[in-house]
T-cell receptor, first 114, second 111 residues
Framework: GESVGLHLPTLSVQEGDNSIINCAYS??????FIWYKQESGKGPQFIID?????DKRQGQRVTVLLNKTVKHLSLQIAATQPGDSAVYFC?????????????FGQGTILTVHP | SQTIHQWPATLVQPVGSPLSLECTVE??????LYWYRQAAGRGLQLLFY??????ISSEVPQNLSASRPQDRQFILSSKKLLLSDSGFYLC??????????FGSGTRLTVV
């Protein structure tokens, strides 16, 4: 079936570096993508989203890039801080009859070293 | 503002015992409601979703059931828990395809 997956399960960076977390998706009908941050023992927190009619969206210290040609999504975190350490998930919404049902990737563990 | 409440935060239950997890949403009407499960170190798996009172769709066959007795209340249940039911259960709501908020989760350990 259709799925969303991540290229790298773990990522370690130094404080102050930029981080890039990647995600591949296979459902060409997906029209909405979200990045979530999940800290240990907590529910996922919304970071940033992007619709399929865009290829880039920026937030505070975060940027999401969408390449529909190769079905690839990335999350860039600028000046990574220890508080950014968490598991990051990408999720897709295929829309249509799948309204509101998100398909999640496996997650990438980001560790930021001081 | 909209909030979502999920309880209990942690639960330890013996095999064969019943389960009832509750999720309530405040500050919105007619939300879509979802139950997800997350195994340790894994992603989220959609279990059930509901688009209205009494309307439940199941995504995967399992030992669990869901009910929506009120507009903003979503309940996850089991008559007899299995060891494999252990996990982190998350409730979520949305009112559009482009908004999705999770609760704080319930850590269930079946022993």
């Amino acid at each position: 079936g259709e799925s969303v997956g991540l290229h790298l399960p773990t990522l370690s960076v130094q404080e102050g570096d930029n981080s890039i977390i990647n995600c591949a998706y296979s459902n060409s009908a997906s029209d909405y993508f979200i990045w979530y941050k999940q800290e240990s023992g907590k529910g996922p927190q919304f970071i940033i989203d992007i619709r399929s009619n865009m290829d880039k969206r920026q937030g505070q210290r975060v940027t999401v890039l969408l390449n529909k040609t190769v079905k690839h999504l990335s999350l860039q975190i600028a000046a990574t801080q220890p508080g950014d350490s968490a598991v990051y998930f990408c999720a897709e919404n295929a829309g249509g009859t799948s309204y509101g049902k998100l398909t999640f990737g496996q997650g990438t563990i980001l560790t930021v070293h001081p | 503002s909209q909030t979502i409440h999920q309880w209990p935060a942690t639960l330890v239950q013996p095999v064969g015992s019943p389960l009832s997890l509750e999720c309530t949403v405040e500050g919105t009407s007619n939300p879509n409601l979802y139950w997800y499960r997350q195994a340790a170190g894994r992603g989220l798996q959609l279990l059930f979703y509901s688009v209205g009172i009494g309307q439940i769709s199941s995504e995967v066959p399992q030992n669990l059931s869901a009910s929506r007795p009120q507009d903003r209340q979503f309940i996850l249940s089991s008559k007899k828990l299995l060891l494999s039911d252990s996990g982190f259960y998350l409730c979520a709501w949305s009112v559009s395809p482009y908004g999705y908020t999770f609760g704080s989760g319930t850590r269930l350990t079946v022993v």
